[in-house]
């Protein structure tokens, strides 16, 4: 409540921004109370509108007394003093605040109270007597500097401007008086003009605009996200009492702002308040704040878009860590506990160098991101520190070191790193000799991410978190008052479910939790109801829910449909253990036993295979990249260890080190074939090396990721051979393409575009590991190329690929690419995205649509061709597209689908012909990835 909470959430304000912020204790009243919802209100006079939705819950009286700032001055209007703060303001009249003490009043009015309805009007008053009117528009000023946006006095306020709509057209209902709706519309005119032109709007896109809760003519937009979803909280009740279609199109506009913006207020650990300066929002106060916010635009909008950050934003609620710290500066007052970025004076310090911080997450996660968020001057910033990691909190490891840092806020990628433990050796700071941290935000991926649940805008409360459904303590229960509503529960990921269990602890829940109906969905859009059945009806603890099913699910909903209050307990899902990527690792490494003993092909010649050779090129190279792709799945370093050994094993039998001389009766340095060339004569293609180089090359990025100590000479050692064995092809490249050798059919003739693509994927690596310019040259000329000679569009808007070029002509033909070629081509166009390099995220998702609509089509099943014609021959390459589900979902599930339902394969792939091992079990692999990586 608010008295309860006033005195840490003041000094949070005064602190980090305006004064109008106070805002934030209206809606974290409103979200802590469950006595004050709309839908409890009794309208006495009906005629009158209903109270504004985001009135404080709190009493006109408790507002007034359990805030020392607050007063009434002779007249009973609100005063508030800000005492020597803002360049000694003193007491002021803060319109901001006098409209939301006049929404307390009117909601008591409506609810009875007949003589707070002067009490009301003395506030409405003061804003009609108070406000400045300028070329037809109406804004109400704050004459006091506000430093933190760089305001000089005065400024006006978005947010104080769509409040004060609602309290006027109010004011009107009850008067008559045709002045409060004047004044209303020349203040809703603020909301079409411009910022820099005396109004609070900042235009994002031709279509869109961002409302600024602290403006003025001269000054930067800062983008605060209250003030602007409030701004938009006004503009809504504002169009619900006029039917103004100006302003249905201002909200509008303001919805597509903050759709297109959105992204940039995720902080990874919390939201931010504003982008300029990037503030951050404190767990419990602002960013609860913001997630109920989104909860509400997702009502009044129903696009998922706001849901699924609302849902984003919660989850950094989640208590991720427990501390323990070398000491304290102050231990009472500024300890361990203050390491959970609650900002303000909440934050850590110690002035003895060296210090630490160790971070337990209690269990093992695979870590992909780690922020440390700092606070105070810029002097207390940590400047020298190692980042360590353990799983047992002894055996250190994957240190990275910073030096000379001087950042509030410092973010470092971590590939995937398998801990449970995370340890900060903090040196030295920028020189205020006592380092200052507030807490840190730990992204980790899809296996290690706990469930988030949110129920729906009006019964969403802190007081009453959501999240106890899925704490996994059955002693804990979330409370639904009025059996109303919905809860939804997001899995992070795409899951196949057998069980779904609802539990509650409380006997006369028994009938009441019959009366809700039970949803399932894979994107929010779309939702399949379940029938449920009761589980166990003991006297200990009731189930209801589904079990021994097999449903496909991200979202779970519970949509309740009756009157009554209910406790629950606890909501359990159990996965379909096939599915998971336990099974799919296992399933991973009986098929690595079964090719060779383990040992793949890596001691054959490319030339070797069935039945068409090149089996380095062709089989070995998907096996390498399997092993990449399953120690980034699952931290497991014996899969890197395997990586390398057949590394070692692949170079070994490069034609120059076993003195095998090709055509012209050369030493190369790649790996040769005399199949499918003229005259069965001994050549070395374009493809074949960057087939077999691009795996190589990518365990030089793991171990430099990673820092594996123990593989640093052979680091170094495989970069400069594979580096031969790319320089050896420069004959074979002609300004913007690769040519075949010159002998093979005749000069100059143009190689397929999945051979071009196969060596593109080894460009870019080398690129990154080396920095050579001239690799990153020709990776763009040749993406440049591909797209622009081999991409056509569909009829359903996906792309497709065409296979190459007329030989003798050099002109594109029109065949189709099938499904296993295009795989290095659509999977060169990823890295070309990842990189910045002609491929866009657009790009990708119609290749994503293509492969998709295949698997729709055809009962996730994959014809021969990407167009969609021809047999199935081919289908089990398919599951290389799982990169693709980073774009699609879907495409992940389709391949589920199709290899455990129709091709068996955990039952059939052993009996496969050879060379098709290493395709199924890079399928596996990227299956595997996915799981744990993606968003």
Not at 58 to 78: A, R, T, W
Request: net charge negative.
């Amino acid at each position: 409540m608010l008295g309860v909470e006033n005195k840490e959430l003041n000094d949070l304000i005064f602190r980090i921004s305006a004064p109008i912020i106070v805002i934030t204790l209206l809606i974290l009243c409103l979200a802590s109370d469950t006595s004050f919802t709309n839908s409890s209100v009794t309208t006495i006079v009906k005629e009158f509108p209903a109270s504004y939705l985001y009135t404080p819950r709190c009493s006109s009286d408790d507002y007034i007394n359990f805030n020392p700032i607050f007063s009434l001055d002779e007249n009973g209007v609100l005063v508030t003093d800000y005492g020597e703060k803002y360049n000694k303001a003193g007491k002021i009249y803060n319109p901001l605040f006098i409209a939301c003490y006049a929404n307390i009043l009117y909601r008591e009015f409506l609810n009875g109270d007949y003589e707070k309805k002067l009490k009301f009007l003395c506030q409405t008053k003061w804003l009609i007597e108070n406000c400045v009117e300028r070329d037809g528009i109406v804004v109400w000023k704050y004459n006091f500097n506000n430093d933190k946006f760089q305001a000089k006095s005065p400024w006006i306020s978005g947010l104080t401007q769509g409040v004060a709509l609602g309290v006027l057209t109010r004011a009107y209902s009850i008067t008559n008086d045709s002045r409060y709706l004047e004044i209303a519309d020349k203040a809703f005119k603020t909301f079409l003009t411009d910022m820099d032109k005396g109004g609070v709007r900042t235009s994002v896109s031709n279509e869109s605009a961002f409302y600024e809760e602290v403006a003025r003519w001269d000054i930067p937009s800062s983008k605060v996200l209250n003030g602007h979803i409030g701004a938009l909280v006004g503009l809504w009740d504002y169009y619900q009492y006029t039917k103004n279609p100006l302003v249905q199109k201002a909200f509008d506009r303001g919805v597509k702002a903050l759709k297109e913006k959105l992204d940039e207020y995720d902080a990874k650990g919390t939201s931010y308040y504003s982008l300029n300066p990037k503030i951050l929002a404190p767990r419990g106060g602002y960013n609860i704040q913001h997630v109920h916010q989104l909860l509400w635009l997702y009502k009044v909008t129903n696009d998922p878009y706001f849901l699924q950050y609302a849902f984003m934003f919660y989850s950094y609620e989640q208590c991720q860590y427990e501390v323990k710290v070398k000491g304290a500066t102050d231990p009472k007052g500024h300890g361990k506990d203050n390491l959970y970025l609650q900002f303000g004076s909440r934050y850590w310090s110690h002035n003895q160098f060296p210090t630490w911080v160790e971070l337990d997450l209690e269990e093992q996660k695979f870590i992909s991101k780690f922020t440390i968020f700092s606070g105070g001057l810029e002097k207390a910033f940590p400047k020298d520190y190692d980042i360590s990691f353990s799983l047992d909190g002894e055996r250190w490891y994957h240190t990275i070191e910073i030096r000379n840092s001087c950042s509030q806020i410092n973010s470092h990628e971590i590939d995937n790193i398998s801990a449970r433990f995370i340890k900060v050796d903090i040196f030295d700071d920028n020189g205020n000799k006592n380092v200052v941290l507030t807490g840190f935000g730990i992204e980790v991926l899809k296996k290690s991410r706990n469930p988030v649940a949110l129920t729906d805008f009006d019964h969403f409360s802190s007081a009453n978190p959501p999240l106890k459904l899925v704490d996994n303590d059955i002693s804990t229960a979330w409370i639904n008052y009025d059996g109303n509503g919905w809860v939804i529960i997001d899995l992070n990921e795409i899951k196949f479910l057998e069980e779904i269990n609802i539990q509650s602890k409380i006997k006369d829940n028994k009938e009441a939790l019959r009366f809700f109906n039970l949803y399932i969905s894979t994107n929010m859009i779309d939702w399949q109801e379940i029938t449920t059945e009761i589980l166990n009806n003991d006297e200990s603890i009731f189930q209801i829910g589904i079990r021994d099913k097999i449903l496909k699910a991200r979202y779970i909903k519970l949509e309740f449909k009756q009157t009554i209050s209910l406790n629950i307990n606890e909501i359990y899902i159990n996965e379909k253990e096939k599915y998971t990527t336990n099974y799919i690792c296992k399933l991973f490494n009986e098929l690595d036993n079964n090719v060779n003993n383990g040992k793949g092909y890596s001691e054959y010649l490319n030339t070797d295979g069935f039945p068409t050779g090149a089996l380095l090129a062709w089989s070995e190279s998907y096996l390498m990249q399997a092993y990449a792709n399953m120690y980034r799945a699952t931290g497991d370093i014996k899969y890197l260890d395997k990586l390398h050994d057949h590394i070692e094993s692949v170079l070994s039998n490069r034609d120059d080190k076993i003195e095998i001389k090709d055509y012209k009766n050369e030493l190369v340095p790649a790996w040769g074939t005399d199949r499918n060339t003229k005259d069965r004569e001994w050549m070395h293609f374009v493809a074949h090396t960057g087939m077999i180089t691009y795996p190589i090359l990518d365990f030089v990025k793991l171990v430099r990721e990673s820092g594996i100590e123990k593989y640093y000479d052979s680091d170094l050692s495989f970069l400069q051979q594979v580096e031969e064995s790319i320089e050896y092809h420069n004959k074979n490249w002609k300004i913007d393409h690769y040519i075949y050798p010159e002998d093979f059919y005749k000069r100059d003739y143009i190689i397929p575009i999945s051979q071009q693509a196969a060596m593109g994927r080894s460009l870019i690596l080398i690129y990154e590991l080396t920095g050579k310019e001239e690799y990153l040259n020709k990776t763009k000329y040749l993406a440049r190329f591909i797209k622009d000679n081999s991409i056509k569009e569909n009829d359903t808007g996906g792309f497709i690929l065409r296979q190459g070029f007329i030989p003798g002509k050099n002109t594109p033909e029109s065949k189709i690419v099938d499904i296993s070629h295009a795989t290095a081509t659509i999977h060169f166009a990823y890295l070309c995205y990842k990189n910045n390099i002609v491929f866009d995220k657009k790009d990708m998702q119609k290749f994503a649509k293509t492969i998709k609509q295949l698997a729709i089509n055809n009962n996730n099943r994959f014809p021969k061709f990407l167009d969609g014609t021809g047999n199935f021959d081919y289908e089990v390459t398919a599951g290389q597209y799982a990169f693709l589900s980073e774009f699609d979902e879907e495409i992940y599930t389709s391949i589920i689908d199709l290899f455990f339902n129709h091709l068996k394969i955990d039952k059939t792939a052993k009996y496969m012909q050879e060379d098709w091992w290493g395709t199924v079990m890079l399928g596996l692999s990227r299956l595997a990835l996915f799981e744990n990586t993606f968003e």
